[in-house]
């Protein structure tokens, strides 16, 4: 199964550079529906444009700080 979590890794210009399954992405702003930033998990829709995951976004941070709380506490 191919994981088609998109993660936008950071902007350069007008592209987001983008991680999905270990490879990179260059996806252009102008494909993307609304503001993306960094950390923001992008969807495809079926017009071709891709689109920001605000609720997953938000679980997906939630996790990495909670990993991260975990472990500093140890």
């Known amino acids: 199964m191919v994981d088609e979590t998109i993660i936008v890794d950071r902007i350069e210009g007008d592209i987001a550079i983008c991680e999905q399954a270990g ?6 702003l ?11 998990l992008l969807y495809l829709d079926e ?5 920001a995951d605000a609720a997953a976004t938000a679980r997906r941070r939630a996790e990495l700080t909670a990993r991260f709380q975990s472990l500093i506490k140890k």
């Open 23 to 28: 490879r990179m992405l260059e996806i252009p």
């Open 47 to 51: 017009g071709g444009y891709y689109h």
């Open 30 to 40: 102008t494909e993307i529906s609304g503001l993306a930033q960094e950390g923001d």
